[in-house]
């Protein structure tokens, strides 16, 4: 007899795995999309492809890649795949705008230069290479895992909860 995981074990698998993906990328979009794709069965490899330049929006410290992975994952289980939905429009947004608050409340902000700072102390421009070294000097690719796990373990709750 198999024996299910239960919601709370598969949210910590999720969360481990994009930690662990964000780890392995250097991306905390491609590292949150992927544990989200392998658990929920949702796009392709064309899909993490177009993550790839998602961090803080091309590390200009914009909108947290996390962020933009988790709402892709929300997109690729509710979205629309007709003109006329206007339903799966509205219940996207509605569940991409939950999903940012509660990244908020963890975070203090969905911008990657904001999440930097509450990590860190300080945000880092990541398009120069003096800040990228202290970047990697901080330990971003160990901390950065926080931002990836909770994303996903957000966006994959809303994702189960939407199957009962």
Do not use: W
């Not at 991409?96 to 608050?101: P, Q, S, V």
């Amino acid at each position: 007899m198999v024996v299910e995981p239960t919601k709370e074990e598969r949210l910590n698998q999720l969360e481990q795995k994009a930690g662990d993906y964000e780890e392995l990328f250097g991306s905390c979009a491609q590292g949150t999309l992927l544990a989200l794709q392998e658990q929920f069965n949702l796009g392709d490899s064309c899909t993490l492809k177009a993550a790839t330049a998602m961090p803080g929006i091309a590390l200009r410290g914009e909108t947290c890649g996390a962020v933009v992975a988790a709402i892709m994952a929300l997109g690729l289980a509710f979205g629309r795949e007709k003109p006329e939905d206007f339903a799966a429009v509205q219940r996207t947004t509605s569940a991409a705008r939950k999903l940012c608050k509660r990244f908020e409340e963890e975070f203090g902000s969905c911008n990657c230069r904001d999440v930097q700072h509450h990590i860190f102390g300080r945000s880092y421009n990541l398009t120069d290479p003096n800040d990228q070294k202290e970047f990697v000097k901080a330990d971003a690719i160990k901390k950065c895992r926080a931002p990836a796990g909770k994303a996903a373990r957000i966006a994959g709750e809303m994702i189960l909860d939407s199957l009962k």
